[in-house]
C-alpha cells in the first residue's frame, strides 16, 4: 500500500505470499487431512484446518503449508513424514495476531510478521506443531536421501 508521495508499507498478506512464493517447489504431495469442521455464513461445514505440502527432491526440501480458519481453536498438526525417508527441521513459522481483524497501515506494518513456531518438533517419523487460531503456518524439512 501507499500514500501518494508518501510512505509505503506490506498489506498483511504480503508475508504469507512471499514465503508460499519463495519455498513452494517440486511436486505437491497428496495429503489426507482430518479436521474439525466448521460453518458460517452461507458456508457450511469446511475444514477448520487446511494443509498442502511439496517436495523438492534437487534442494532436498518438503515444506508444509497449514491455515487454521477456526476463529476460537488452536489445532494440531500432526503428520506422518516417515515415507520421506530421514528428515530434520530447518524452519517453522507462524502468522497470527490475537485480534483477526488486524491490518497494516502505515504506522503499524509489523506488529504481525511471522515469528517462529516454537512447538514444532520432528518425533520417530511424526512433525508435530501447533497451528494458532486464525493462522497461517509454513513449516520447512530438509530430506536427506
Known sequence: MTEPGGRAWKQT?????????RHA???????????????GGKTADFAALSAVATFDAKAGEAVVFAVNRSSAED???????AGLGNVRLIEAVTYDNKDPYWHATADDSTSVLPGENVSAKLDDGRLTAVVPAVS???????VES
Do not use: C
Open 13 to 21: 498478506i504480503f508475508h504469507p505470499f512471499a514465503l508460499t512464493s
Open 75 to 81: 489445532l494440531t498438526l500432526d503428520a506422518s513424514v
Open 25 to 39: 517447489a517440486g511436486t505437491v504431495l497428496q495429503l489426507a487431512v482430518e479436521s474439525p469442521l466448521l460453518s
Open 136 to 142: 497461517w503456518s509454513m513449516i520447512r524439512l530438509a
